[in-house]
């Protein structure tokens, strides 16, 4: 228990208090940070008792000699966890930003930047994650960074008001 980050002890503090119906995704910049923190929640008594969890990242396109040890996760397994998410079975996925378009996921409740989203896309598309009523969305920032979180909510009033200009 002690070894663990401030940040990481924040999280599973928080997961810890969320209502026993969530169902969320905690968003990750890199597949070593993914693979570690799937398994740490998944290891930590606070955290395994409560969810059942799993893991979606990229998956490399690198040719076989070159590989590293995360590019071990087979694209099979990979889709059977999204269905599983899909279906109720994993409610709480560790994942790159390879889960922020282009899948759909309508029980989702929850969304969790675990590292700071890398552009305004990033963060748009992970908060359209979580789509239910009451749903959230809670990002782990730096003290200095806090205010990132009013502008991208600034940048995205700014942008839906473009867009609905161009619609008229």
Request: hydrophobic share 40%; glycine share 4%.
């Given at each position: 228990?002690?070894?663990?980050?401030?940040?990481?002890?924040?999280?599973?503090?928080?997961?810890?208090?969320?209502?026993?119906?969530?169902?969320?995704?905690?968003?990750?910049?890199?597949?070593?940070?993914?693979?570690m923190l799937?398994?740490?929640?998944?290891?930590?008594?606070?955290?395994?008792?409560?969810?059942?969890?799993?893991?979606?990242?990229?998956?490399?396109?690198?040719?076989?000699?070159?590989?590293?040890?995360?590019?071990?996760?087979?694209?099979?397994?990979?889709?059977?966890?999204?269905?599983?998410?899909?279906?109720?079975?994993?409610?709480?996925?560790?994942?790159?930003?390879?889960?922020?378009?282009?899948?759909?996921?309508?029980?989702?409740?929850?969304?969790?930047?675990?590292d700071e989203?890398?552009?305004?896309?990033?963060?748009?598309?992970?908060?359209?994650r979580a789509?239910?009523?009451?749903?959230?969305?809670?990002?782990?920032?730096?003290?200095?960074?806090?205010?990132?979180?009013?502008?991208?909510?600034?940048?995205?009033?700014?942008?839906?008001?473009?867009?609905?200009?161009?619609?008229?």
């Amino acid at each position: 228990k002690e070894s663990i980050s401030d940040k990481v002890r924040a999280l599973i503090q928080f997961l810890g208090s969320c209502h026993e119906n969530t169902i969320g995704i905690v968003f990750v910049k890199e597949r070593a940070t993914a693979h570690m923190l799937h398994r740490l929640l998944f290891k930590y008594p606070d955290t395994c008792n409560r969810f059942s969890l799993g893991i979606l990242v990229g998956t490399s396109t690198r040719p076989v000699g070159k590989r590293d040890i995360f590019d071990f996760s087979h694209h099979e397994s990979q889709s059977k966890t999204l269905d599983k998410f899909r279906s109720g079975e994993v409610n709480l996925l560790v994942a790159t930003s390879v889960l922020e378009e282009g899948i759909d996921v309508p029980q989702c409740n929850l969304v969790i930047c675990f590292d700071e989203p890398a552009n305004l896309k990033s963060f748009v598309q992970r908060r359209g994650r979580a789509r239910l009523r009451e749903s959230k969305l809670v990002m782990f920032l730096e003290s200095a960074k806090k205010s990132r979180l009013a502008e991208w909510e600034r940048l995205e009033h700014e942008m839906k008001l473009l867009y609905e200009m161009e619609e008229r």
